[in-house]
C-alpha cells in the first residue's frame, strides 16, 4: 500500500487551530533518527525481521518521509518484544484504537509484551482486546506549557500512554524512567514480495483520534471474567509474579508481539522455530536483559514463582473445560530449525558498545554489506553516555524530582555541575575531572 503521510490530519490539528507556534516544543516530537546499519544487521541476525523484508534508513529527515509501500518502525520497538510480521493481536490493536507505532512510547511496548505473555503462558490463550481493556486504559500525552491554551494538543511521538486501569487486578509493571528519545529510532521498512510480512496500518503522520479509547467490557465479557478468577486462584495459589511474565518472554528467547506458529503454552524446545534462537540464556543474563527495558528487583539467583505453560508442561483438564478456546487455537508442533552455532542476541555489557537512546546495548558486528535487503546508508550514532550520567548526579539530593515522561526527552538536558575543591582555603572549581563511568541500569 502507499504510505499516507498524513500530512491534511496534521494541517488541521488542534494546536494549529488554537493559533499557538509549537515550533519550539522538543518534548515528544520528531528529532531525526540515528539508527546505524550495524543495528539493521542486528535485527535480520536475531529473526526480528524476516528475509522477505526489506529496510532503509533515514537520511537527514526530522520526520519520516516514506517511499511508496514503506512503513515506520521503531528499533526501541523491536528491542521490547515486538517484531515482523507483527502479531494478530497487535494489529487489531491497532486498528481497533486506530493507532499508528509513533503513538506508542517504548514502555508501552513493553506493557503489551507482558499482557500477550500472561495470556499465551500461563492462560494458553491468545491475548484480546476485552481483556485487555479490562486491565489497561489509554490516556493521552500531552504538550505541557503554561502558555498552551486547554485542550493541549497531543505530542507528536509516544502521544498514547498504556498504563494500568484503576482497581485492576492485573500485575504491576514499571518501564524504565529513562526510556528517552525512543523516537529517534525509526526507520523504514518494506515487503519485497506478495506475501505482508509487515502487518502494520498504512502510516499516517497525524496524532492520535483517540478511537475507542474509553472502551471497557468491565464485567459484561464473560471469557474475561473467567480469566480474571482464575488468574486470582493462581496468585492465591502459587507464587507467580509479575516478575515471572517477564522473565518468560525473554527466557524463552521469543516475540511477543511477532506473529508465530503456535501459543507460547505449546513451545516445545531448542528448535522451535518461534524463537530467537534455541540457544539458552544464564539466569544472571534473563535478569540483565530484564534491566535493559524495565525496572525490575530480580535477584541474579532468581527461581520461577509458576513454572510457564509448555509442550511438556500442558494446562489443565479443568482449564480446558474452562475455556474451550484453548483447544480451539491449538496447533500441532511445526518443524524443527537448526540450532545456531553463536548466539544472535546476547547479552553484551555495555561498556563493549555504543549506548542507544534507551539504555538499552545493541549488538555492533560488522555490516553484512551484501545483504540485498539493506541499504547502506549509514548515519552515526550519537551516544548520550554522559548526559544520563550528569542527569543522574543533577537528582542527588533532590526532594520530589519529577520523573520522567514515557513519550520522550525533556526539552533540555540539565547543566552539567563542576566539581569543587577547596586550595588554600579557597573553594574553587574544578573543572577537568575524570569522568565516572556509569553502570548498567538497574532497578
Known sequence: MEADTGRGQEANSSSQASGVDLSGVTRGAWKGSDVTQHEIDWLYRSRRIPEGVSCRLPRDEIEPVLEPGEFVVFLAHFERGFGLPASDFFRRFMDFYQLQPHHLPGNAIFYLSCYATFMEAYMALRPIRETFARFFSLRINSVQGKEIPKPKPPVQCGSCIIGSRQGSPFFKFSGLESCRAWQETFFYVKNTGAADLINLPAFNLGVPTKANWSYNPKKT???????????????????????????????????????????????????????????????????????????????????????????????????????????????????????????????????????????????????????????????????????????????????????????GPSEAPPAKRPRQEVVGGKVVSKKNYRRREMPVSSG
Request: charged content about 30%; aromatic content about 4%.
Open 221 to 407: 465479557h464473560i471469557e474475561t471474567n473467567r480469566i480474571v478468577r482464575f488468574m486470582k486462584q493462581l496468585m492465591k495459589d502459587t507464587d507467580i509474579c509479575s516478575d515471572d511474565i517477564i522473565r518468560t518472554f525473554i527466557s524463552r528467547r521469543v516475540l511477543p508481539l511477532k506473529r508465530r506458529a503456535h501459543k507460547m503454552s505449546e513451545m516445545y524446545g531448542p528448535g522451535d522455530p518461534t524463537k530467537i534462537t534455541g540457544l539458552p540464556l544464564s539466569k544472571e543474563d534473563v535478569v540483565l536483559k530484564a534491566r535493559q527495558i524495565c525496572q525490575t528487583a530480580m535477584p541474579m539467583d532468581w527461581e520461577w514463582g509458576l513454572l510457564p505453560l509448555s509442550s511438556t508442561n500442558p494446562p489443565t483438564d479443568e482449564a480446558k473445560q474452562r475455556f474451550r478456546r484453548i483447544a480451539a487455537e491449538q496447533r500441532g508442533p511445526c518443524r524443527n530449525r537448526a540450532l545456531d552455532t553463536e548466539d544472535p542476541d546476547p547479552y553484551i555489557h555495555w561498556t563493549d558498545l555504543k549506548m542507544g537512546r534507551t539504555h538499552t546495548p545493541r549488538p555492533d558486528a560488522p555490516s553484512a554489506g551484501t545483504n540485498p535487503h539493506v541499504l547502506n546508508h549509514e548515519t552515526p550514532l550519537q551516544a548520550e553516555v554522559g548526559h544520563e550520567f550528569l542527569e543522574k548526579l543533577a537528582s542527588q539530593g533532590k526532594k520530589n524530582k519529577a520523573s520522567a515522561s514515557d513519550a
